[in-house]
């Protein structure tokens, strides 16, 4: 399994796929393909190439987790120059990457609160939301340094 980021250029390689034949350098020199069977194949240009020399496996388009999948299941085929071929799955897995900043909803708060309210009183509920998922996703809260900051306490995690 392989992991590009979210965002991953066109022309970057992720795996190598390699595969070894047994018989000798007349039948044993292997070409590469990505086989068909899968619905990526349609896309025009397909998500992924791959080097028939190497079996370098790349990206022939911008890949953006946010817009499409977060995971392919490619076939890759190795061929021997005697006909005889072998296939195996690769399967990549898109990481996310923190390309997003938390936004508040609403994006502008008021709240009143009484001169008699005890400490520890809730005034109100701030709510940012980050649509980048795992790690990046998670928002946290600080208050910002000013006159009346030292009046109030917030829960950074919520």
């Known amino acids: 399994m392989s992991s590009p980021p979210k965002t991953f250029r066109p022309f970057n390689c992720v795996p190598q796929v390699v595969a070894t034949d047994a018989d000798g350098p007349d039948f044993g020199a292997l070409r590469y393909s990505l086989s068909d069977g899968f619905d990526w194949k349609d ?3 397909p998500l992924f190439h791959i080097n028939a020399d ?9 890949i953006d987790r946010d817009t499409g999948q977060t ?10 120059q005697g006909g005889l071929s072998a296939q195996t799955y690769v399967h990549i897995e898109v990481e996310d ?3 997003h900043a938390p936004v508040f909803n609403p994006q502008r708060y008021a709240a009143s609160v009484s001169s008699h309210a005890p400490p520890d009183t809730e005034v109100l509920t701030a709510v940012a939301t980050d649509p980048d998922s795992g790690r990046y ?10 006159d009346l ?3 109030f306490t917030l829960d950074g995690d919520t």
């Open 43 to 45: 896309l025009h240009p």
């Open 54 to 62: 190497t079996g370098e496996v790349c990206v022939s388009q911008d």
């Open 71 to 80: 995971s392919h299941d490619i076939l890759v085929k190795a061929v021997d």
């Open 97 to 99: 990457v923190n390309d």
């Open 137 to 146: 996703g998670r928002v946290t809260y600080e208050l910002l340094p000013s």
């Open 149 to 151: 900051s030292g009046l």
